[in-house]
């Protein structure tokens, strides 16, 4: 599974975005999508997940209410909507794919993931 992070750009606090992460593969649509961000100087952190069918996603506190996971599997891409951003959103945003094939269960752990695509930068201006 290959997978690439677009749609990063700058904002305005209280702007939007909406992140893709296309993949290439045949079985993506069998994998749980993560979502992560490293803010330059700091560690990676978990943002988001969603389970393979789409019915079953997991915040991170800090953007639950504001972000949105979503995933159309006939299109392998995999979307998080960014709403309300603060100044503390600004990261690299990567998506990751887990080798767990059909499970209910999402994964907030970066352990869990084996494939990482190339991140996306997102600019949040105060």
């Known amino acids: 599974v290959q997978l690439q992070a677009s749609g990063g750009g700058s904002v305005q606090a209280g702007g939007s975005l909406r992140l893709s992460c296309a993949a290439s593969?045949?079985?993506?649509?069998?994998?749980?999508i993560g979502w992560f961000r490293q803010p330059q100087g700091k560690e990676r952190e978990f943002v988001s997940a969603?389970?393979?069918?789409?019915?079953?996603?997991y915040y991170a506190d800090s953007v639950k209410g504001r972000f949105t996971i979503s995933r159309d599997n006939a299109k392998n891409a995999v979307y998080l909507q960014m709403n309300s951003l603060k100044p503390e959103g600004a990261a690299v945003y990567y998506c990751?794919?887990?080798?767990?094939?059909?499970?209910?269960?999402?994964?907030?752990?970066?352990?869990?993931?084996?494939?990482w695509g190339q991140g996306t930068q997102v600019t949040v201006s105060s």
């Open positions: 990751a794919a887990s080798s767990y094939i059909r499970s209910y269960y999402v994964y907030y752990n970066s352990l869990e993931y084996n494939y």
């Open positions: 593969g045949r079985t993506f649509s069998t994998k749980p």
């Open positions: 969603i389970n393979w069918s789409g019915d079953n996603t």
